[in-house]
């Protein structure tokens, strides 16, 4: 494949020249040889180089084990004949990707197999002419039981394909679980207070939590609502403020794209962020938010709700094994799940639905596709409760078997642990790959499901208010609703994107601060679409009506 030499494609160049300075040269990825696969193992083994970010939860291993040395990768050289060698280690996403566009410039080799999280480092990679073309591999090499899992999300596929042909495929495809609503419920029993269903309610408890003295201390030091501002108004996962902005807006929520009337708009120069912003800003001057919530992270915005001085967060169900902290700190304490509020006229609020972690790239030269696949399906056993990891990974590890019976909290080990190791981390990529949508095991167990494999045991021994929340979280999937722009940053997106993002997280922050007046937001609007808002939304619209993801779909085998 010829190298296309993109005005985009120069910039990264250009921009990383500098940090180039001291490092060394060096070629393609340099892949063993394919060994002979035999009876499920290659003889002699197969090494695969990986690239591989570690998330917070990532990388913490039994004394003696490292990142290449491991439960796991000892488990695969074993049983596989396949060894994996990390070349390229990125400790959180920016450190990750800037180690990738350097590898990308040729200063580095590119590993054999590298998961990419940024949809423009990808177009990037691609563009660049360095990645494996796959339709082949995955009609060939893919088992069956992958397959039947992609066909069900052919939209994943979108920004990873050129002019029919595909550069990578989506880490796990899987509808994510969605968002509840955390709430200390002894606060609500102590003010004789229901869980809010309307916005109007919403207000209410919010108000009460701030002003009544909930923990009853005799100090005003509570307030209602916490959540991030840092990153934007829709996070996705936790700490999320987008139930505020749909109740206004519907299906049109900040920072995505949906569907309306035949066309893709984005969210947040609809109607009715307005009078959501109006209402954050109300609440913010009542005390009800709190103060420093625009340089407040996700995980950064909890610490209040944990240390007894926030009310409400809004998050994914785990949240509440982060939060629970609260219940073990405070005498009386008691958190409980809601579902999140109704809009204004009566329709739920929507989210984002998130339908895979990254994606899968791998060098152009790589030459072992068949044991990657082989590698990766393996891995899929823990999803469904199959082969060698029925009940997970590794015993001692991320469950045991106790008096005969398997055991998933880990202080009840054997010999206890203080956490659970992500032995499913320690593959290709910082997430273990699922196929439990929306938390349908949780809401089968609820239906009577008999807990007969390793998935439905695991989430049986769930704690019962994580368990509550992934019911909620599956009766209400319909409110998820994934990004329907997924495809390569536009033309206009790779010169304007960054600075429309970041004139709209800024208007929205000083509205709500007060900084700016309500108006400030038809001001936004209106500059957004005149800075290359307008001109990206044709784009974006010309690349859905071109979409034409069942042919790949067909290429592939995958139809």
Same mark, same amino acid.
């Given at each position: ?6 005005? +985009? ?5 250009? &921009?990383?020249?500098?940090?180039? +300075? ?26 695969? *180089? ?26 695969? *050289? ?207 001057? +009542? ?73 899968? &790239? ?56 203080? +956490? ?82 970041? &004139? ?48 790949? &779909? ?6």
């Amino acid at each position: 494949m010829s190298k296309r030499k993109t005005g +985009a494609w120069l910039a990264v160049v250009t &921009m990383f020249t500098g940090l180039l +300075a001291g490092c060394g040269s060096g070629g393609e990825s340099e892949t063993a040889a394919a060994g002979v696969l035999k009876d499920g193992k290659y003889d002699p083994p197969v090494t695969i *180089a990986i690239g591989k970010q570690l998330d917070e939860n990532a990388g913490k291993y039994k004394e003696g084990e490292s990142v290449d040395d491991n439960v796991l990768t000892r488990w695969a *050289a074993d049983n596989l004949g396949i060894r994996t060698q990390t070349t390229l280690l990125g400790g959180d996403s920016t450190n990750y990707n800037t180690k990738l566009r350097l590898a990308l410039t040729g200063s580095e080799k590119l590993p054999d197999l590298f998961p990419v999280y940024d949809t423009t480092l990808a177009n990037d990679l691609i563009e660049s002419g360095r990645v494996k073309e796959i339709s082949a591999d995955i009609q060939q090499y893919m088992p069956e039981r992958l397959k039947e899992i992609y066909k069900q999300y052919p939209a994943t596929f979108n920004p990873v394909v050129r002019d029919g042909q595909v550069y990578g495929l989506a880490i796990s495809p899987n509808l994510t679980e969605g968002e509840v609503m955390l709430i200390r419920q002894d606060w609500l029993d102590k003010l004789n207070l229901q869980a809010p269903t309307t916005i109007d309610e919403f207000e209410t408890v919010i108000d009460a939590f701030t002003n009544q003295d909930p923990d009853g201390n005799g100090k005003k030091d509570t307030y209602g609502f916490t959540f991030s501002g840092k990153d934007g108004y829709n996070t996705g996962w936790v700490s999320d403020p987008v139930m505020i902005f749909s109740a206004y807006t519907g299906k049109n929520i900040p920072a995505q794209w949906q569907e309306q009337d035949g066309k893709l708009v984005y969210g947040s120069v609809v109607e009715g962020n307005k009078e959501a912003l109006a209402k954050l800003r109300d609440w913010y001057s +009542a005390g009800y938010l709190n103060k420093e919530l625009a340089t407040l992270g996700a995980w950064d915005a909890l610490a209040d709700f944990t240390e007894g001085k926030a009310g409400i967060i809004v998050g994914r169900p785990w949240l509440y094994d982060s939060v629970r902290d609260v219940e073990k700190n405070v005498d009386g304490a008691k958190i409980a799940a809601y579902p999140t509020i109704q809009g204004v006229s009566g329709e739920p609020t929507y989210q984002s639905g998130q339908l895979n972690d990254g994606y899968f &790239m791998f060098n152009q030269d790589f030459n072992n596709m068949e044991a990657f696949f082989l590698y990766y399906d393996k891995l899929y056993d823990a999803a469904f409760g199959t082969g060698d990891f029925i009940y997970g990974y590794a015993q001692g590890y991320d469950y045991d078997i106790v008096d005969g019976k398997p055991v998933f909290d880990p202080q009840k080990f054997n010999e206890p642990l203080e +956490a659970v190791q992500g032995v499913g981390k320690m593959a290709f990529t910082k997430n273990t790959p699922s196929a439990d949508p929306a938390g349908k095991s949780y809401y089968d167990l609820a239906q009577g499901v008999e807990a007969d494999n390793g998935v439905l045991l695991r989430s049986a021994s769930a704690l019962p208010t994580t368990q509550e929340g992934f019911v909620i979280s599956y009766e209400n999937r319909d409110s998820l609703l994934p990004n329907a722009f997924n495809g390569p940053p536009t033309p206009t997106m790779q010169t304007s994107w960054e600075q429309l993002s970041t &004139m709209e997280k800024e208007t929205f922050t000083k509205i709500i601060y007060s900084n700016e007046p309500l108006d400030a937001y038809d001001a936004f609007v209106t500059n957004w679409y005149a800075k290359g808002g307008e001109q990206v939304t044709q784009e974006i619209n010309d690349w859905y009506g071109q979409t034409n993801i069942d042919e790949v &779909m067909s290429k592939m085998g995958l139809q």
